[in-house]
């Protein structure tokens, strides 16, 4: 019995960039196609089989421990990054700016698929969704370039809307314009969610 469920939903490949070095800009350059390998987008300086933990996993690991990595992608709606733009007073907000990997449009609730969800391409490319994509400070710099007075307002503005972090399970290419296929585990939610998170 399948254990992921064809949603019968899609979203479309609308923008797509790369980040070369992350250590020199986070702002991703604009491309047509990725090959998304096993060790992430081909190009990336976010790709890697492995990478050093940062504060997103502190309660798990110190600071620097090799993980596996599964932030290999992030990937954003265009609903949602149109909703972070007027937040910030802005008309739009170029996703290279917040080092976005692939952005995408079609489907609800973007930034909270359930993890272990995958998104298909027509090549069989297949990224599993790790987690929702906490904010951070570091597109601050870019925006703020861009945007005098505005890059400060990224991280409150992109609460619960900065999409989600995912992984390669199967090779292919992306391409813009691609249909990407949803399935989603087969599972009810977690009976002690609401316990746990009323701690």
């Known amino acids: 019995m399948p254990a992921l469920m064809k949603t019968g939903l899609s979203a479309r490949i609308v923008w797509m960039g790369l980040v070369a070095d992350r ?3 986070l ?10 390998r096993f060790s992430g987008p081909e190009g990336d300086a976010h790709g890697g089989v492995t990478r050093p933990s940062c504060s997103r996993v502190l309660g798990q690991y ?15 709606s265009a609903e949602d990054l ?15 700016l917040v080092g976005a990997t692939v ?36 597109p601050a710099r870019p925006i703020e370039r861009r945007h005098p007075g505005k890059g400060k307002l990224f991280k409150a503005a992109a609460a619960g809307r900065r999409g989600v972090t995912a992984w390669v399970e199967a090779e292919g290419e992306l391409r813009l314009g691609d249909v990407l296929t949803l399935h989603i585990p087969d599972q009810p939610v977690w009976s002690q969610l609401e316990r746990v998170r009323a701690r």
Do not use: K
Request: glycine content about 6%; some cysteine.
């Open 23 to 25: 250590a020199a800009a």
């Open 27 to 36: 702002e991703a350059a604009l491309v047509t196609s990725i090959l998304a």
């Open 62 to 76: 110190p600071r620097g421990t090799t993980i596996r990595n599964t932030r290999q992608f992030s990937i954003l």
């Open 82 to 96: 149109a909703s972070i733009a007027a937040e910030m007073g802005l008309e739009t907000l170029d996703p290279a």
């Open 103 to 138: 952005v995408v449009e079609g489907l609800p609730d973007f930034s909270h698929l359930p993890p272990s969800s995958r998104l298909q391409a027509p090549s069989g490319a297949t990224l599993v969704v790790d987690m929702e994509n906490r904010p951070c400070s570091l």
